[in-house]
């Protein structure tokens, strides 16, 4: 908890609170941490933390989007605010669909061996 906090305080992003969800709640198996934030003008705000070896295709993205609707529906309202912070090889395409949808993704360099 305390990475992520201080990650989105880097990039400028405070919340009144954030709620672990987890993926079990949301009928997922993926191996990622939701956040459930409420920021300072009242919006719900999610927040995905993806850390993995292997690249992040278009494929995994589409979903990550359909974990977000889920998300949605789990707590009966729209989220307004979409982050996530990819700690992994990104492809372009995967990262332009997020962004396309209204997405702002965070890359965290990986470090290498």
């Not at 993995?52 to 295709?57: E, I, M, P």
Request: hydrophobic share 40%; glycine share 4%.
């Amino acid at each position: 908890m305390k990475t992520i906090v201080e990650f989105l305080q880097s990039k400028k992003l405070v919340f009144k609170s954030l709620k672990p969800i987890a993926p079990k709640e949301l009928g997922s198996r993926k191996k990622i941490s939701i956040w459930l934030g409420i920021d300072l003008q009242g919006y719900y705000a999610d927040v995905m933390w993806l850390e993995k070896k292997s690249r992040v295709l278009r494929k995994e993205a589409q979903e990550l989007m359909g974990l977000h609707e889920k998300l949605e529906k789990y707590i009966d309202s729209s989220i307004k605010k979409k982050y996530i912070v990819i700690k992994a090889p990104l492809c372009s395409k995967a990262k332009a669909l997020l962004e396309e949808h209204g997405w702002k993704v965070f890359k965290q360099v990986v470090s290498s061996r």
